[in-house]
Antibody, heavy 118, light 110 residues
Framework: QVQLVQSAAEVKQPGASVKVSCKASGYTFTSYNIIWVRQAPGQGLEWMGW????????HYARNLQGRVTMTTDTSTSTASMELRSLRSDDTAVYYC???????????WGQGSLVTVSS | QSVLTQPPSVSAAPGQKVTISCSGGSSNIGNSYVSWYQQLPGTAPKLLIYDNNKRPSGIPDRFSGSKSGTSATLGITGLQTGDEADYYC???????????FGGGTKVTVL
């Protein structure tokens, strides 16, 4: 069965960086994109961007460009999302999802809470 | 402020029907497929509807989707207590060159 297992929760100080990982299993990793979505406490979903697990192409949301980098490691079927220069409003649960298209996400990870606080 | 507009909440009694609207524009819903997601409390979202009206395997036919022009609608019939959740519409926005979601609608079973 398809599974996406994400890394554990993290607490970071403002200005630091965080890297969230997402290990996929149960399907051919390189046949799908990985999409990242975040959700601030009590708020709705925010689309962050996607990466092609086939060739590494990326597409980021404009408000995150310059601060976010998405990567994949096909040898371990793992996707990662690094966010730099963290601010308090980056506090959120970060989800990875398997993407059949840029916005059709059929399987989701369990989420990774990132708390930015001094 | 979300690009796609959904009502904050809808409610109905068990067994009844609810519909959730998702309003957008020509750069998003008007030109792209719409997906719908269900988020139960404390869990990750789950794909309910894709390509406007298609259901993934395992999703009961109590859930349906439709699209007309720049709006989309999710319908839930035979409402159950287990349907209490937040529901989000999502699509691609060609002007923003990004995926966009509605603000979410909380469904309450009375």
């Amino acid at each position: 069965q398809v599974q996406l297992v994400q890394s554990a929760a993290e607490v970071k100080q403002p200005g630091a960086s965080v890297k969230v990982s997402c290990k996929a299993s149960g399907y051919t990793f390189t046949s799908y994109n990985i999409i990242w979505v975040r959700q601030a406490p009590g708020q709705g979903l925010e689309w962050m961007g996607w990466i092609s697990a086939y060739n590494g192409d990326t597409h980021y949301a404009r408000n995150l460009q310059g601060r976010v980098t998405m990567t994949t490691d096909t040898s371990t079927s793992t996707a990662s999302m690094e966010l730099r220069s963290l601010r308090s409003d980056d506090t959120a649960v970060y989800y990875c999802a398997r993407g059949e298209t840029s916005t059709r996400m059929d399987y989701w990870g369990q989420g990774s809470l990132v708390t930015v606080s001094s | 402020q979300s690009v796609l507009t959904q009502p904050p909440s809808v409610s109905a009694a068990p067994g009844q029907k609810v519909t959730i609207s998702c309003s957008g524009g020509s750069s998003n819903i008007g030109n792209s497929y719409v997906s719908w997601y269900q988020q139960l409390p404390g869990t990750a979202p789950k794909l309910l509807i894709y390509d406007n009206n298609k259901r993934p395997s395992g999703i009961p036919d109590r859930f349906s989707g439709s699209k007309s022009g720049t709006s989309a609608t999710l319908g839930i019939t035979g409402l159950q207590t287990g349907d209490e959740a937040d529901y989000y519409c999502g699509t691609w926005d060609s002007s923003l060159s990004a995926g966009v979601f509605g603000g979410g609608t909380k469904v309450t079973v009375l």
